[in-house]
């Protein structure tokens, strides 16, 4: 079974308070799920890789086979297809998980979007930020 995995990650502040998200669907566009994330403090970097590990968690919850995963992160979609070195020390751990998790599946592609095209998974990232700042206000 293949699946889209719309992932997103962001952090407001950088680093700050982050959150990652997905949003799984058929090649057809029937929503399967979703999922969001809080990260603690984190880089938005960081923030799209956790983003990246939690959508393939779920696909593969989810018994697919292939992922066609879609973000808005060309450093995150370009270190994966190798056409990028990670240099950043606290990136190379979750680089390494992200190709471990993908070699899981008989077949995977990355590709970039712009921030419009990944709407849904951006707004739940959005909203997991929102909802734990109003909680911490409490």
Same mark, same amino acid.
């Given at each position: 079974?293949?699946?889209?995995?719309?992932?997103?990650?962001?952090?407001?502040?950088?680093?700050?308070?982050?959150?990652?998200? %997905?949003?799984?669907?058929?090649?057809?566009?029937?929503?399967?799920?979703?999922?969001?994330?809080?990260?603690?403090?984190?880089?938005?970097?960081?923030?799209?890789?956790?983003?990246?590990?939690?959508?393939?968690? %779920?696909?593969?919850?989810?018994?697919?086979?292939?992922?066609?995963?879609?973000?808005?992160?060309?450093?995150?979609?370009?270190?994966?297809?190798?056409?990028?070195?990670?240099? $950043?020390?606290?990136?190379?751990?979750? $680089?390494?998980?992200?190709?471990?998790?993908?070699?899981?599946?008989?077949?995977?592609?990355?590709?970039?979007?712009?921030?419009?095209?990944?709407?849904?998974?951006?707004?739940?990232?959005?909203?997991?930020?929102?909802?734990?700042?109003?909680?911490?206000?409490?």
């Amino acid at each position: 079974m293949k699946v889209i995995v719309h992932v997103d990650g962001g952090a407001r502040g950088n680093p700050g308070p982050a959150a990652a998200a %997905c949003v799984i669907s058929s090649p057809d566009g029937e929503g399967l799920g979703e999922r969001t994330q809080l990260l603690g403090t984190a880089t938005n970097n960081v923030a799209e890789y956790r983003a990246l590990l939690l959508g393939l968690e %779920c696909a593969r919850e989810m018994g697919a086979d292939e992922v066609e995963v879609v973000g808005d992160s060309e450093l995150i979609a370009k270190q994966v297809q190798g056409l990028y070195k990670v240099k $950043h020390q606290a990136m190379k751990p979750l $680089h390494q998980q992200a190709m471990a998790a993908l070699s899981g599946f008989d077949g995977w592609s990355i590709r970039t979007v712009p921030r419009t095209q990944n709407e849904r998974a951006d707004a739940l990232v959005n909203a997991a930020l929102d909802q734990a700042r109003a909680a911490a206000s409490l």
